[in-house]
């Protein structure tokens, strides 16, 4: 006579039951109690490396100093009479090469030496005439 | 709940806590232990305050699982950063991983020939089904407390229980022939 379904699912679950209980049985064994939990060195803080304490602290701080200075450089005024730091620095960097810097700078010695004159300008085209039907005048009239 | 108190709650949960947090660490002791006490002092310094809401077995558990999520998920950011592979250990335990999972238990734990088949077969179901059956069986909560636990619907845990129960079952039929067979 075939066992019912009803049963044989009981029954299956008594022997899961049985079998997890015994594994917990295993496992109770092994369990630290409270305090030695507690107390215990966790596996991360044995792998903290002391040195690795300092280059965190090193990071930071190398990061504030260049800020820092970075800083420093970009408020500091020059002092009266003193030549002028920033500009020729702007000069140097606006510029695409030596050529070009030499050009831009007219030497005195030389009669004048080079300048951007010797560069013809491109040449002007006229305006083109705006009729009055032209959707581009600028200005819009309003009648009251 | 008084210090006293809940170090008590502590203490009666310990060894079932263990369970569950080897459970959710892949079997691995070192690992288990220690999100264990990672959970233990969340408990114990307030970061994880019991509200009353629920048992605190209940609770507790979840505090186990929400640790050992999080562990898993800074040791993934870790590789990603160092540019290391990750150990397997630290990364959850996976359904189908059974030709290591059954190899893997006798090696880390010494279990019983049957406690070792029970973990074999349980690394080879779904997450879901082995955690509501993990919790159910072995941390004897009802199936609405493993829902709760497990952050899924009562309907839902009701389903991987009985299809997990069945699976297990099977597995376990299976496994049992293979080692007898071997001898």
Known sequence: ?144 | MTRPELEQELRNMLAVGRGWALAQSNWNATEADDVLQASVLKLLDGRARFDGRSSFRTFAFGVIRQTARERRRRALVRSLILLRPIARDELAPRAGDASRASAAPDARLDHSRESALLVAALAQLPGRQREILHLVFYGELTIEEAARVAGVALGTARTHYARGKQRLRELLGDLAADRDANG
Request: glycine content about 6%.
């Open chain 1, 1 to 144: 006579m075939a066992e019912p379904r009803n049963d044989r699912g009981k029954g299956d679950e008594l022997a899961l039951r049985g079998a997890f209980a015994r594994l917990r049985d295993d496992e109770a064994q092994r369990a630290p109690t409270l305090a030695e939990l507690v107390a215990r060195v966790s596996r991360e803080d044995a792998a903290r490396n002391p040195r690795l304490v300092w280059l965190r602290l090193a990071l930071p701080l190398t990061g504030a100093a260049m800020a820092g200075f970075a800083w420093w450089i970009s408020t500091s005024a020059p002092q009266p009479g003193a030549p002028t730091r920033s500009a020729p620095l702007i000069a140097l960097g606006s510029m695409h090469s030596p050529t070009d810097a030499l050009l831009a700078s007219p030497l005195p010695s030389l009669g004048g030496g080079f300048s951007n004159s010797l560069i013809p300008a491109p040449p002007v085209s006229p305006a083109p005439a705006l009729d009055s039907h032209s959707r581009t005048t600028p200005a819009r009239r309003f009648s009251v």
